[in-house]
C-alpha cells in the first residue's frame, strides 16, 4: 500500500515532500489491469514533484524512456527499492537517464522519481517566552 513508499524512502534516505523540490508528491502504480489506460505520463511531469511508482515489474527502463519522452530531464535522481524495510532490502541510486541500463531488482520494487536526500534532524530549541514561561 501507500505505507511501501514511506519504507522504501526512509530506506534511501530521501525525502518524499521537499518543497525545494517540488509542491506534489504523485502515487502511481506501473501495472494496470486489462483494459485501463496507461498513466498520463506528461499530466504527471508537469506537476513537477516526486513520483513513487509501483510496481515496476522489470520495466524501469521502459519507464524511464516514457517518463523522459514526456518532459522529465534524464538527471533526475532516482532510487529503484526493492523489498522494502525487509531484511533482504536493496536499494540503488541512479537518475532517469541511467536507469535503462541497470539491472531489473526482485519484486516487490518501487522506483522513486524526483526525490531529494533527507536533511539532518535539526537540534530542537525551545524559548520559553510570554506568561506562562515563569509557570514551566
Not at 505505507?3 to 534516505?13: M, Y
Request: glycine share 10%.
Amino acid at each position: 500500500g501507500v505505507t511501501a513508499a514511506s519504507g522504501a524512502a526512509a530506506a534511501a534516505g530521501v525525502s518524499l515532500t521537499d518543497r525545494r523540490r517540488g509542491s506534489a508528491l504523485v502515487f502511481l502504480t506501473a501495472q494496470r489491469c486489462k483494459g485501463n489506460p496507461p498513466p498520463n505520463w506528461k499530466a504527471v511531469a508537469d506537476l513537477g514533484g516526486a513520483m513513487a511508482i509501483y510496481m515496476p515489474g522489470g520495466h524501469e527502463g521502459d519507464l524511464a524512456l516514457q517518463l523522459m519522452s514526456a518532459g522529465i530531464p534524464a538527471e533526475t535522481p532516482c532510487f529503484v527499492v526493492a523489498s522494502a524495510s525487509r531484511p533482504d532490502e536493496q536499494v540503488v541510486e541512479t537518475t532517469l537517464g541511467e536507469m535503462p541500463m541497470l539491472p531489473t531488482l526482485p519484486a516487490p520494487a518501487l522506483v522513486l522519481i524526483g526525490v531529494s536526500p533527507a536533511e539532518p534532524p535539526v537540534q530542537a530549541s525551545v524559548k520559553k517566552t510570554g506568561k506562562h514561561a515563569e509557570d514551566h
